[in-house]
C-alpha cells in the first residue's frame, strides 16, 4: 500500500514537473511538504516527534526504489529521511530531536549534509573545517563543496575538526541556514542531476550553540561511519530503480524502433542485450531485499552495503550504456530520456563513497 500510494504521489507531484525542475536547477520546496503531509518523510521517526514509528526499512527502500523508477534526480527524500535524519535521530540529544525532527517529518526542514571539502572527499580525515570550543558556544569556519539540497537545505549536518592534533577527532554540528557566517555559493553546474541543487558552503565564524553538537565531541567520525551501510544500502536500492527506469525506456524503444523493416526487438543483438541486463537487475533487487531483510533483523552488514553499492552502480551506469546504443542517434539526443540517465547515472560511481573506496571496504574483508 504504501509503495502504490507513494508511486501515485510521484506520478502527481513529481513527473509532471521533471522538465520544469530541469530547467531551473532546483525543486520546490513545496514538493517537500506535499510528501511530508502524505506522511512520505522520515517514517522511522517515533510518533511521539510525529513520525509513523516504522521500524522496517522497506518502507525507505520502497521511497529510494521508487524515486529511481520514475527518473527523479532532483527531490531526494531518501537522502532526507533516510541519509541524513539517523545523524540526529540516532545520535542528537533529545533537544535537537525535539527542535528539529518534526519539521523534517512535515517537510518545513529540508535537510543536506555537509562533509566534503575541496581537498578531502574520500579521505574525510583530511577535513580542515575547524570548530573551537569557546565555552558557552564553537566557532566554525571552513569550504565545503558538492552539498545536495545545498540551496533548499534548512539545515546542514557539518562535519569539523574538534582537535586539530588528531585527524580522527571530527565533530557533528547542526548548523542553520540563515545564521550569520553561514553562506551558500552557487548552484554548481553539472554534467547530470540538473535539477539537484548543489553548492559550495563558506562557514565563516558561525556561532554554534553548544546544544547544537550531535553526540559527543570527537565522536562524528564513528558517527558517519555507523551512517554508511544504510546510506550505501539506499544508493544501491536507488541505482537498481533507476536501472529498472532505464531498462523500460529502452524496452519501449526497441519495441516501436524499426529497422530493416522489423521492430529492433526481433534483432538476436537488441535480446540478448536486454535479457542480460534483466538477468543483472533482477540478481541486484534480490541482494538487496537480503540486506535489507538483514538490516530488519539488526544485522547491518557494511561489506555487504558495500558490494550492493558498487554492483548497482555499474548495473546503472551499463543499463543507461546499453540504452543509449540501442536508442542510436536518438539516444543522444537530449528530449529522449535515457540521454539524461546516461549523465545522471555516472555520479552513482562516485558520490557516497566512490567504486574504489568500496573495493577497499570489500577487500578488507577479504584479507583482514
Ligand atoms: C553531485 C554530487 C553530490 C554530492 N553530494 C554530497 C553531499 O550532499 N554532501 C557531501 O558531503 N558530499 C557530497 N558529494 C561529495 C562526494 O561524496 C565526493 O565527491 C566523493 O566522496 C569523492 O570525493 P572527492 O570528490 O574528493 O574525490 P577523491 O577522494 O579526491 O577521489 C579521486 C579519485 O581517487 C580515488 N581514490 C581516493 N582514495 C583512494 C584510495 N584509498 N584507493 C584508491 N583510490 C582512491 C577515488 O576513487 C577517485 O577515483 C557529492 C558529490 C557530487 C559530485
Known amino acids: 500500500m504504501f509503495q502504490e500510494a507513494f508511486r501515485a504521489f510521484l506520478q502527481k507531484e513529481v513527473v509532471p514537473f521533471q522538465d520544469e525542475w530541469r530547467e531551473a536547477g532546483i525543486v520546490p520546496r ?27 526499512f522497506r518502507f525507505q527502500q520502497i521511497v529510494a526504489e521508487e524515486i529511481g523508477r520514475c527518473g527523479e534526480t532532483g527531490f531526494m527524500p531518501q537522502l532526507h529521511s533516510t541519509i541524513i535524519a539517523p545523524y540526529i ?9 525535539e527542535k528539529y525532527i518534526p519539521k523534517t517529518i512535515t517537510g518545513e526542514c529540508i535537510l543536506s549534509v555537509a562533509m566534503t571539502e575541496p581537498d578531502a572527499g574520500s579521505d574525510l580525515a583530511g577535513l580542515r573545517s575547524n570548530a573551537v570550543d569557546k565555552g558557552d558556544h564553537y566557532l566554525l569556519n571552513g569550504n565545503k563543496t558538492y552539498i545536495s539540497n545545498g540551496i533548499c537545505g534548512d539545515i546542514y549536518i557539518v562535519a569539523a575538526r574538534t582537535n586539530p592534533e588528531q585527524p580522527r577527532a571530527l565533530s557533528l554540528f547542526v548548523v542553520e541556514s540563515d545564521w550569520q557566517g553561514v553562506r551558500v555559493g552557487a548552484n554548481l553546474k553539472k554534467m547530470g542531476m540538473k535539477s539537484q541543487d548543489t553548492i559550495e558552503l563558506f562557514l565563516d565564524n558561525v556561532k554554534i550553540p553548544k546544544e547544537n553538537l550531535i553526540g559527543k565531541e570527537h565522536q562524528g567520525f564513528n558517527y558517519l561511519m555507523d551512517g554508511l551501510a544504510e546510506e550505501r544500502l539506499i544508493c544501491a536500492a536507488w541505482n537498481t530503480g533507476s536501472a529498472e527506469y532505464a531498462f523500460n525506456l529502452t524496452k519501449d524503444f526497441v519495441i516501436d524502433r524499426k529497422v530493416f523493416g522489423k521492430p529492433l526487438s526481433y534483432m538476436q543483438n537488441t535480446q540478448f542485450k536486454m535479457a542480460e541486463l534483466r538477468a543483472r537487475i533482477d540478481m541486484a533487487q534480490a541482494f538487496i531485499d537480503t540486506i535489507v531483510a538483514n538490516t530488519n533483523r539488526g544485522d547491518n552488514d557494511s561489506v555487504a552495503a558495500s558490494e550492493a553499492k558498487l554492483l548497482t552502480s555499474e548495473l546503472l551506469c551499463d543499463t543507461a550504456d546499453e540504452g543509449v546504443q540501442l536508442h542510436g542517434g536518438a539516444g543522444y539526443m537530449d528530449e529522449y530520456p535515457i540521454s539524461r540517465v546516461f549523465t545522471d547515472a555516472r555520479i552513482t560511481r562516485i558520490f557516497a563513497g566512490t567504486s574504489e573506496i568500496m573495493k577497499l571496504i570489500i577487500a578488507r574483508s577479504i584479507f583482514e
Not at 514538493?31 to 517515533?46: D, H, M, R, S
Open 30 to 56: 513545496e514538493v517537500y511538504l506535499k510528501a511530508g503531509e502524505n506522511g512520505f518523510l522520515v517514517p522511522q521517526a517515533p510518533e511521539y516527534l510525529g513520525g509513523l514509528g516504522i521500524n522496517d
Open 89 to 97: 535521530l540516532n545520535h542528537g540529544s533529545d533537544y535537537l530531536k
